[in-house]
């Protein structure tokens, strides 16, 4: 198992490597172009005071002077050797500290930096100028060379400690609201949904992911509400007809109730209403299995008509008007079988809760790239405090009421599942005592 680091360490080192890294290359550059500048200052020193020396020579031999003795002063205090050479190149003569006669040893040529300068109008060619290697430096050239560098010294330990300051304060900023992040998320995961999401952060990937985490926050309490919730509900749904037919089943079998045909109806449908219940929980399952859904050319007038010869006798029965509003033609991609049950479900609805002598009415049309389905009637209405609800599993407005209708609470939610297979949608609008109004919007060309 590699081992883990945390991520504050890792900036921080990271920071840290890279100041160092473009602090090093700066200094190393700079003294790098300070050296070469200053060698080449010192170099036109170095000739310049040659080239005094030169002068210095053919001024005084031109004058009928020897400057032997000054040349040795000069060979004793500056470690200074003066080679007279004739225009064969042949050394005529030499001076330097030894010649002063005061126990010098004669040194060796190759540590000494040598040029050659002419002579105009003396006995000698050529005059060459020898200087030691290593004592390069006047006094205050030396002296400014080391301040210079006890400069560069302090300098980048400043630049240092500046740095390593920064990366330490880069990294905190960076890796704190991380670590909040990571607290907030293990909240998260322990359902501890009180917990308070961490101050918003102005860096803005890190303040995308807490709006992200706190949007997982919102969609998991609400999952794990609407689990509990359908965990009740489901209990609660198949406890009760299970119940009824086990006290009835009971009372049968002890003699306390006689088995008539009416009780035996009575049975028959609380076991048909199980078997709806189940079928229906299994069907939800089946969709949320996201099976690929094939599309196909479908005539929604067609299907209007087919459901309508269907359901009229039913509304007839209890007086109620139904109307189908829609062209003799409209055409789109989708799948029959499904848009089917859609509609049956959305008309079981409006029978179920559509008093006698009301009126359902469903129309269709087809809008730009999309087509609209709407479902109406002048039921019994929902209130407003419900709709947010109503295709929620196993919520019911009034459950004593759809009990007695025969409503699981189901039918709205397999609409909606339905409706996603087919990359459509539905909304809502009813009022109390006024009726409600179902919209489904279906793309001509569905994404498949």
């Known amino acids: 198992m590699k081992k883990a680091f945390s991520f504050s360490r890792i900036l921080f080192s990271a920071f840290l490597l890279i100041a160092i890294i473009i602090l090093s290359s700066a200094l190393i550059l700079e003294h790098f172009i300070f050296t070469q500048t200053f060698g080449d200052y010192l170099q036109d020193q170095t000739i310049s005071e040659d080239l005094d020396w030169v002068s210095f020579i053919e001024t005084t031999l031109a004058a009928g002077n020897d400057p032997t003795l000054d040349l040795q002063r000069a060979a004793m205090m500056n470690d200074l050797r003066f080679t007279f050479l004739d225009e064969a190149g042949n050394i005529v003569g030499v001076i330097d500290s030894s010649s002063m006669g005061m126990g010098h040893m004669q040194r060796d040529p190759q540590i000494l930096a040598e040029r050659d300068y002419l002579l105009q109008t003396t006995p000698f060619s050529t005059i060459r100028i020898g200087r030691p290697k290593n004592t390069v430096l006047s006094l205050p050239e030396s002296r400014f060379r080391n301040a210079l560098n006890q400069g560069y010294f302090f300098i980048g330990l400043f630049s240092f400690v500046l740095a390593g300051s920064i990366a330490l304060w880069l990294s905190r ?6 670590q909040s992040l990571e607290h907030y998320a293990d909240s998260i995961t322990n359902q501890n949904w009180d917990e308070q ?17 706190i949007h997982l926050s919102s969609r998991l309490k609400a999952q794990n509400q609407l689990r509990q919730q359908l965990t009740t509900n489901m209990s ?19 003699g306390i109730l006689p088995l ?23 069907h939800l399952n089946n969709l949320e299995q996201k099976i690929e859904t094939v599309f196909e050319p479908v005539n929604l007038a067609t299907v209007l008509h087919e459901l309508s010869e269907a359901y009229r006798p039913l509304f007839e029965e209890r007086k109620i008007s139904f109307e189908i509003d829609s062209p003799d033609s409209l055409v789109f991609n989708t799948q029959e079988d499904t848009i089917r049950q859609i ?5 079981e609805n409006a029978l179920r809760y559509t008093s006698d002598s009301g009126r359902v009415q469903v129309s269709a049309k087809r809008e730009n ?17 419900a709709l947010p609800h109503i295709f929620d599993r196993f919520y019911r407005v009034d459950p004593a009421r759809a009990k007695e209708s025969g409503g ?10 339905l409706l996603q297979t087919l990359s ?14 179902f919209t489904i919007r279906l793309p001509i060309e569905p994404l498949h």
Not at 237 to 242: A, D, F, G, I, Y
Not at 424 to 437: D, K, Q, V
């Open 236 to 254: 609660h749904e198949l406890r009760t007809p299970l119940n009824v037919l086990l006290n009835q089943i009971e009372a049968i079998h002890d």
């Open 424 to 437: 459509g949608t539905i909304a809502c609008e009813s009022r109390i005592h006024e009726g409600t109004l």
């Open 408 to 417: 699981s609470g189901l039918g709205l939610s397999i609409v909606k599942e």
């Open 369 to 385: 790239q999309e087509v609209q389905i709407t479902v109406q009637d002048n039921g019994i209405g929902i209130p407003e405090e």
């Open 173 to 178: 900023r960076v890796s704190k609201p991380i």
């Open 343 to 347: 509609l049956f479900n959305l008309l």
């Open 260 to 282: 008539t045909p009416e009780r035996s109806n009575s049975l028959i449908q609380e076991v048909h209403r199980l078997s709806r219940m189940v079928s229906q929980i299994e």
């Open 197 to 213: 999401p961490p101050a918003s952060s102005s860096l803005k990937e890190i303040s995308s992911l807490r709006e992200s985490l």
